[in-house]
């Protein structure tokens, strides 16, 4: 709910541009990352994921890198609406029983 | 689309009480996942399911016991509800192996 946003860092960004949103992730073994989007009183929602063996998977408007050099994630959103209006968070597997250990969440602002 | 329905969105409990908490998945998955989700603290995993009656500790289950009779349902229990136990709960599910978890709404559970 409204209290999921509170003490995270904030992006602001305009209606219509691109938001990118950053990840540092913590163990190297891991081999699978997710990105979740959590609006107001629901739970996260799926946006898309990445195994190790690739740097970038494109979905609709959005895209995901990932640099297992420097342990970084990013979630890119193209021309941001008002909808994308959300908490953020990565995921990283890493290894067994698909326990995934999540981020602290950035908090996405849009406006017009 | 997959279905993770928990049975409550808001419950106000008393100190003491034992509460049970419930979740039902449509999809067949094999993993069940029980967290906690407090500002500033993240999601907190409490328990998992990986099949039919067995469970293992997530970090912080001191408080908790969950049930799994069936695949498709995963119960949350708070033997003796204590007011730290205030928080939003949210229930996942996922399959084996690299893919991601399918989150619930949440139950918002105040212990007075």
Redesign the interface.
Known sequence: ?E??G??LPTLSVQEGDNSIINCAYSNSAS??F?W?KQES??????II?I?SNMDKRQGQRVTVLLNKTVKHLSLQIAATQPGDSAVY?CAE?PGG????I????TRLAVHP | DVK?TQSSRYLVKRTGEKVFLECVQDMDHE?MFWYR?D??L??R?IY?S?DVKMK?K?DIPEGYSVSREKKERFSLILESASTNQTS?Y?C?S?????????????T?LSIL
Not at chain 1, 97 to 100: D, E, Q, S
Not at chain 2, 95 to 104: A, K, S, T, Y
């Open positions: 709910g209290s999921v509170l003490h081999d699978y997710i979740y009183g629901k739970g996260p929602q799926f994921d195994r968070f597997n029983y698909n326990k995934l999540f981020g602290a969440g | 993770v993993n989700q500002p500033g993240g999601l995993l998992f990986y293992e997530g939003m949210l996942a996922g399959r084996e192996g690299n893919q991601p978890q399918h989150f619930g709404d949440g918002r």
